[in-house]
């Protein structure tokens, strides 16, 4: 009798899935071209947060257009930044179906798929893949934004990679080229290195003509190590983990990166309040025409290059992020961050909600719409907007962003890591304050080493997904997908 | 009182530098709300210039500031409703009858003032989360939910004040409508309810003041559907660009309400904040 | 209406001692009865259990033979006037006249017949239209009397309604309630703490104190048979000179009382009280008034001198030393009395009272008791 | 008093002989107030007590948002907490707070009321200008000071640059952000005690000081000997009412620096916030919310000790 109840209730519940394995096969689709609207009427709420301004380009350019396309109405939330990780996890813990898409930093993708908060979205894909196009992006932008570890979650909405803005009329001005030269005896070239940075940095900082050398943010506790790693770390060599999890934020090198990073010979290149500059005031000062360089990402090129939000528009160029020279090997070392928030579809909303979100997914933020955004803003992160002749005829930066996309490094996608980032931004924060760097990035390194113990990372013999691995379950999630990629050959 | 004229005219100075300090901030800040966005940022700060109620439009429409709005007014009136509701009963047994606890109670009540929100946000959110996962019964991100919560820092000052109203009444007011021939109840609402009326008004200002600016209970428990106008604030920090005049005009629709209400209130002010305790 | 109070018991919850302990009481119908003693005495509680706002713990009343104990208020047929509340301040004079009728549904027209005539009663027929800020506290006070009377009841209960009132008024509405008495025939339960306004009002006067009831008789037992020497003391004004002395016999066999500086015959009055007491401590007291000054000394005569003055109007109370001892007598104005006068007093053996130290009770040789036998008769 | 068995009336320990509804009223009567208070309190042991109950029980345990077991860790996730040197930073820094936002706020608040009962004309004006900041939401004064006090346009440093005064980042150093929240805390907070000591003079009897006046005694000696021991119940309750809102101040560093630079104004509230929800450790939290109710508790117990033998309370 009990086999029979069972037998009897397996047999339900498969009648109530059925609808859902055949609904896989024939997830309508909107379709510009054809003109298909199979959502009309229906409504998406997204949970957004408005983090950067390409993100509100998006908003205004992209978002009227998909409505019109599928005429389904767009609800946004928006919350602030610092409440959007708690928003989500305290909704999707509670199974809540708040929102069907939400704005998922990289740093939290590892946290929110621990929860099972993040629908997979393979089976939307080969259902119906619409103009989503995951191949579009390069492997390690895919790797760190789009997926967590090996399972693929989100489509990129931005992939900021590091980029180096410059006033090219100051460094382009025969009479400061001579006066560097007087100075310096050597060419004034845009900084290849961080010695140079500095050298370079200090001619043109001249606080009576309210212009400085260099410009960069402090942020809040987990931004700060962003700034870190992206413009120095890296490139001297710093890594968040070793393959066993061990932190390491007290090596040598780490802790170099640390003294450069606050040091005086920078932060006396930055313009009065460099303690409080966030995105908005690094970029304010540029746009403003107060510093002739600044590090900066990639999203922030369209406002850059937008002669309304800058007045220095027309004389910005781009450069690679300056590296660390080796004194060993006399060669230049350089990498680079990548990172950015993608949108995700909520895993406990209803498999209809979940289409309607694939379908704005694949269309909102494939191929087509990205090039409609690329061409009227310059902003872009798929393969095919960066690598596009004409485009970059028109944005020049579209192939320095396309070969930073192709060698960013992610942060780990693990569910502590927003609190580990928080530790070692913390510690940089002290360190920028006047404090010792040694000690508190070995502290910073010990916070973290029992963040990762408490999550029992040591006793279950984990490894670190390094980014050749990223690389790798990337590839094996196009190959899954029967999709190619130029970097998986 | 006399007062010397020399320390008349220290005080007045002193005085008003206080008070410029309070309006400079509040009405330069509000100000912003009325700037076009060209001139949100600019330094030094304009002062001329056109006023314009599109902050306001934004905010309010493509922004859906009403749904904030009306969130915020159907919580905190609800809340302060169901507070009167459990609170006046009770304000008046501690006011009228002598009973061995009434003393260790009221003490009790004032000792629910000290504890921290996150104290009883924490585990709500997690009672809410189980009940949810649980027994499929969602109060998170519901109005009562929120309500129910609102409570805690709601429900003992009305007892408190209520309390204190009542007591200011003789007993035998009832007492006489009790022998010519009505309830308890009846002397109740017939008698005391018309009499301590503006007691109950006072109440329920101070509390939906207390109830309107409330943020952290929100911020745990409330979500799309029940999002309130402080939570809403925060959102207009982007991290490249503060939209002030935005924020402003999210500001002014917070505060002007509020203060509105402590102008009418502002007898009984101390009383609320107090919690009763000064009578 | 005949009020019975039968072993009735009540304590408050933050007190430890019984606020009302354990008494008996009947107040015949038609009677004006008052409720004497100090503050906290239970006199208030006694009516307001009477009122049915208090609760007994124990023990029953019962009004018209019928048990009440556990009726509500509403239902008792009684009316009650409180000492600090005459006016609902919501309503006008008419309206609070009017409320108790509201509650039997009574028809418009009946209402308002009935509120006029009352508002007659009580002479505040003008003021019918008057709200609570237009009306003084004696108007005040009588809406309340109104109000009370509106309903008819065969019982008024007043807690201390005239206290509020300033001297004048309060003789004035005291006349006023008598009348009220007189006319309604119902029975009167009256609170105060003012002996004066008992002696005026009271057919009987109770008087309480720690909760049990002293003494109960007519104004005229309780001031010149005091049963025990908390009633002589705490009725009337100037109040009794109270002295403790010893017994003793006299060869002639006769009782006598030593007292600090002078001694004293007893009347034959005590003289089953003291019988075996010789040598025994007792309280002697006389009032004011039984004291005389002589020229001469005599019997029952000590001599003083006069320590202080206080003119009353057509009298003067004055202060004579005797002794370690302050007498209090009341003399005529005219006598010119003056401070440093020595004199000589002499007690009037017929008003003397002599208590036990010990129980306080009168050594009187006819006890009268706490509720008089007699009236309890019949039932 | 054998008499009075002639009366009609049941003897008075015998209940039983009465009406059910009778003894259904006594008994009613007897307990009516609770009829009245029950639901309020009921409502409060579940919106109160159990929560608190619960988030120990919680504490107990291993929670996180995703775990399905949650096993028994005992006291673990407390020593954790005692052992976490942010969750000690945070509350030096909440100790740090209520130290002298309250102190700060007191003696402002204090001098105000003081001064305002030497002005005449315009006294209501300038009480009500005075008592805004109270009624603001306080996150809602934590982004206009966030406004007035930003590097490039705000208010401040306007003002400072007139006075010669390069601008200031007074919300992003390490050196003045806590001090910064606190005297905007301070800026909101102190016309409660201002207006708590107004009222608490207001009902001062003023035979004491016409005397003290008349004889001579000088306005120093009448504030000390006088007026301070007089308010003493008033101070006490504003200082008890400051402190517990200093303690579990969260909106406005949510606003203003969200903990940062470098932690140094990290409130508990907004530590034991952040631990929970963003970084999903909800036992911990409960942990440390119960050892914050614990040391507020203990404060304020300290304090009520003092206030009751004072203040008639209930």
């Known amino acids: 009798m009990r086999n029979f109840k069972a037998v009897l209730i397996a047999l339900v519940l498969a009648a109530m899935f059925l609808p859902l394995v055949v609904a896989q096969d024939t997830i309508p689709l909107t379709d510009p071209e054809t003109g298909a609207r199979p959502w009309e009427g229906k409504e998406l709420r997204i949970l957004n947060t408005e983090v950067v301004p390409i993100l509100a380009y998006q908003h205004e350019i992209l978002d009227p257009l998909y409505e019109e396309a599928s005429g389904v109405t767009l609800i946004y939330e928006n919350a602030a930044h610092s409440d959007v990780l708690p928003r989500i996890q305290t909704t999707c813990a509670a199974g809540g179906d708040d929102f069907d898409i939400m704005f998922v930093e990289d740093g939290w993708a590892g946290a929110l798929a621990a929860l099972g908060c993040l629908e997979e979205l393979d089976r939307f894909y080969l259902a119906a893949p619409g103009d989503s196009h995951p191949e579009d992006f390069t492997t390690r932008a895919f790797g760190t934004v789009a997926m967590a570890k090996e399972k693929w979650v989100g489509i990129p909405t931005l992939v900021a990679v590091g980029m180096f803005a410059y006033r090219t009329d100051l460094f382009e001005d025969p009479d400061e080229q001579a006066a560097f030269m007087e100075q310096y005896g050597r060419e004034l070239t845009v900084p290849a290195t961080w010695d140079e940075l500095a050298e370079v940095g200090a001619f043109f900082t001249r606080p009576d003509d309210e212009l400085y050398g260099f410009n960069y943010r402090y942020g809040t506790p987990n931004n700060i190590l962003f700034d870190y790693m992206i413009h ?7 890594d968040f983990f070793d393959a066993n999890f061990n932190p390491l934020f007290d090596t040598e090198a780490a802790i170099d990166t640390a003294n450069f990073f606050a040091g ?117 992160h798929r393969i095919s907007v960066l690598t596009d002749p004409d485009l970059v005829a028109k944005w020049p930066h579209l192939t320095a962003n396309y070969e930073a996309a192709k060698v960013g490094i992610g942060r780990p996608a693990e569910p502590w890591w927003p609190e580990a980032e928080n530790a070692i931004g913390r510690a940089l924060q002290e360190v920028a304050a006047g404090g010792d760097a040694a000690t508190l990035m070995v502290d910073a390194n010990n916070d973290i080493r029992e963040i990762v113990e408490d999550a029992g990372y040591y006793d279950e013999g984990l490894t670190y997904v390094s980014v050749e691995q990223r690389e790798d379950f990337v590839c094996a999630k196009f190959a899954e997908l029967g999709l190619e990629h130029d970097e998986c050959m | 009182m006399r007062v010397p004229r020399s320390e008349r005219i220290l005080a007045y100075v002193i005085l008003i530098v206080m008070a410029i300090l309070v309006l400079v901030p509040v009405l330069a800040g509000s100000v912003t709300a009325f700037k076009p966005q060209i001139i949100w940022v600019s330094s030094p700060p304009t ?52 009973f061995r606890s009434s003393k260790a109670l009221m003490q009790w009540l004032i000792s629910l003032r000290m504890i921290p929100p996150i104290v009883v946000g924490l585990p709500f959110y997690a009672m809410f989360l189980y009940l949810e996962r649980g027994l499929g019964v969602g109060l998170r991100d519901t109005f009562p939910g929120l309500i129910i919560t609102y409570q805690t820092f709601l429900l003992p000052l009305v007892i408190w004040m209520m309390r204190g109203y009542f007591a200011e009444l003789p007993a035998a007011m009832e007492e006489s409508a009790m022998v010519e021939g009505y309830t308890r109840l009846g002397a109740l609402w017939r008698v005391v309810l018309p009499v301590v009326w503006p007691g109950i008004v006072a109440t329920a200002i101070l509390n939906f003041i207390f109830a309107w600016n409330e943020f952290f209970l929100a911020l745990i428990l409330a979500g799309n559907r029940t999002s309130t106008l402080p939570m809403s604030a925060g959102t207009y920090i982007v991290r490249t660009r503060v939209e002030w005049g935005n924020l402003f005009s999210v500001n002014l629709i917070i505060m002007v309400p509020v203060i509105v209400l402590t102008i009418i209130l502002r007898r009984q002010l101390v009383k609320g904040l107090t919690f009763g305790i000064l009578e | 209406m005949r009020v019975v109070l039968k072993d009735l018991v009540k304590r408050f919850a933050n007190s430890d001692r019984a606020a009302v302990n354990n008494i008996n009481l009947l107040i015949e119908e038609g009677e004006l009865a008052v409720l004497l003693g100090p503050s906290g005495c239970g006199k208030t509680t006694t009516l307001r259990m009477i009122a049915g706002l208090e609760q007994p713990d124990s023990g029953r009343i019962a009004i018209a033979e019928r048990d009440i104990t556990n009726l509500a208020p509403k239902d008792r047929g009684v009316a009650m006037v409180f000492q600090n509340f005459s006016m609902y301040p919501t309503m006008n004079v008419y309206d609070n006249i009017a409320f108790p009728l509201h509650a039997v549904k009574m028809k418009r027209g009946e209402i308002d017949r009935t509120v006029r005539e009352m508002a007659r009663l009580v002479n505040i027929d003008h003021l019918l239209g008057r709200s609570v800020r237009q009306v003084s ?39 006023e309630i008598k009348r009220l008495h007189q006319d309604t025939g119902a029975t009167f339960i009256f609170v105060t703490h003012d002996q004066e306004e008992a002696m005026t009002l009271g057919d009987k006067i109770i008087v309480m104190n720690n909760g049990d009831i002293q003494q109960a008789g007519t104004p005229h037992e309780v001031f010149f048979a005091p049963r025990n020497a908390f009633v002589a003391n705490f009725v009337g004004t100037p109040s009794m000179n109270m002295l403790t002395g010893a017994v003793s016999q006299d060869e002639s066999g006769g009782i006598r009382l030593q007292l600090p500086g002078f001694d004293l015959s007893l009347p034959e009055r005590f003289s089953r009280g003291l019988e075996n007491m010789t040598g025994n401590r007792v309280i ?36 004579v ?17 003056a401070v440093g006068d020595n004199c000589h007093l002499h007690f009037a053996a017929a008003q003397m009272h002599l208590f036990d130290a010990e129980s306080e009770r009168s050594l009187l040789n006819n006890l009268p008791s706490a509720v008089p036998p007699s009236q309890w008769g019949g039932g | 008093m054998g008499e009075t068995s002639t ?56 929670v996180t ?39 700060g706020s007191f003696i402002i608040g204090f001098g105000v009321a003081l001064l305002i009962r030497r002005v005449t004309a315009g006294k209501e004006l300038l009480r009500l200008i005075l008592i805004i900041p109270i009624t603001m939401a306080p996150i809602v004064v934590g982004l206009m000071w966030n406004w007035m006090l930003d590097p490039l346009f705000g208010l401040v440093n306007w003002f400072l640059g007139l006075l010669g005064i390069p601008g200031q980042t007074m919300l992003a150093q390490a050196s003045t952000a806590r001090l910064t929240v606190v005297l905007v805390d301070i800026w909101q907070w102190y016309p409660l005690v201002f207006l708590i000591i107004e009222a608490g003079m207001a009902t001062l009897p003023r035979a004491p000081f016409e005397s003290a006046r008349l004889e001579g005694v000088s306005s120093w000696m009448i504030f000390r000997r006088l007026t301070l021991p007089m308010l003493r119940p008033v101070i006490l309750v504003a200082l008890l009412l400051r402190t517990v809102d200093a303690f579990r101040t969260f909106d406005l560093v949510r606003v203003m620096t969200d903990g940062g630079p470098a932690l140094t104004t990290e409130t508990l509230s907004l530590y034991l916030y952040r631990t929970a929800f963003t970084f999903n450790k909800l036992s911990r939290a409960a942990a440390g919310s119960i050892l914050m109710l614990l040391c507020i508790g203990l404060i304020s117990a300290l304090m009520f000790r003092y206030l009751y033998r004072d203040v008639e309370v209930g």
């Not at chain 1, 920078?266 to 000062?285: A, T, Y």
């Open chain 1, 264 to 380: 005086q010979d920078v932060l006396n290149l930055q313009p009065p309040g460099r303690e409080s500059f966030q995105f908005g005031e690094v970029m304010q000062n540029f746009a403003q025409g107060k510093v002739a360089m600044y590090g900066t990402e990639s999203w922030a090129i369209p406002l850059l290059l937008d002669p309304d939000a800058s007045i220095v528009a027309a004389n910005t160029g781009f450069a690679p992020v300056p590296g660390w020279l080796n004194p060993e090997t006399g060669e230049i070392q350089s990498a680079l961050l990548s990172a950015g928030p993608a949108y995700m579809i909520n895993a406990h909303i209803s498999e209809e909600q979940k289409q309607i979100a694939w379908d704005y997914l694949q269309l909102a933020h494939g191929v087509e719409f990205s090039r409609i955004l690329a061409e009227q803003t310059g902003a872009g």
């Open chain 2, 47 to 98: 002062w001329i210039f056109e006023p314009t109620l599109e902050n306001f439009e934004f905010v309010f429409f493509t922004r859906k500031g009403w749904l904030f709005l009306r969130n915020s007014l159907i919580i905190s009136i609800g809340s302060v409703v169901i507070a009167l509701i459990l609170g006046v009963p009770a304000a008046y047994a501690f006011a009228r009858f002598r």
């Open chain 1, 232 to 238: 120095f770390g890296f490139s001297r060599g710093v």
């Open chain 3, 137 to 175: 506290g004696g108007e005040a006070q009588r809406v309340a009397l109104a109000r009370a009377m509106v309903r008819r009841p065969q019982v008024f209960l007043m807690d201390e309604p005239l206290s509020n009132l300033d001297a004048k008024l309060r003789v004035q509405l005291r006349t």
């Open chain 3, 284 to 319: 002697w007291g006389i009032r004011p008034e039984a004291i005389k000054l002589a020229a001469e000394p005599g019997e029952n005569c000590a001599p003083g001198e006069v320590e202080l003055v206080e003119a009353l109007g057509s009298r003067d109370l004055i202060f």
């Open chain 4, 65 to 103: 948002f995703a775990s399905q077991s949650r096993p028994f860790v005992g006291l673990q996730n407390f020593e954790r907490m005692l052992g976490n040197d942010d969750f000690i930073q945070s509350a030096l820094n909440t100790l740090y707070y209520v130290f002298f936002s309250v102190s």
């Open chain 4, 7 to 62: 009366m009609n009336l049941p003897a008075a320990s015998d209940n039983s002989s009465q009406p059910f509804s009778n003894r259904l009223y006594q008994m009613t009567q007897r307990h009516r107030h609770w009829f009245f208070i029950a639901p309020a309190l009921i409502i409060l042991l579940l919106v109160v007590i159990y929560p608190i109950i619960f988030s120990t029980g919680v504490s107990l345990f291993r």
């Open chain 3, 321 to 337: 030393r005797v002794a370690e001892q302050l007498f209090g007598v009341i003399v005529d104005a005219l006598e010119s009395v």
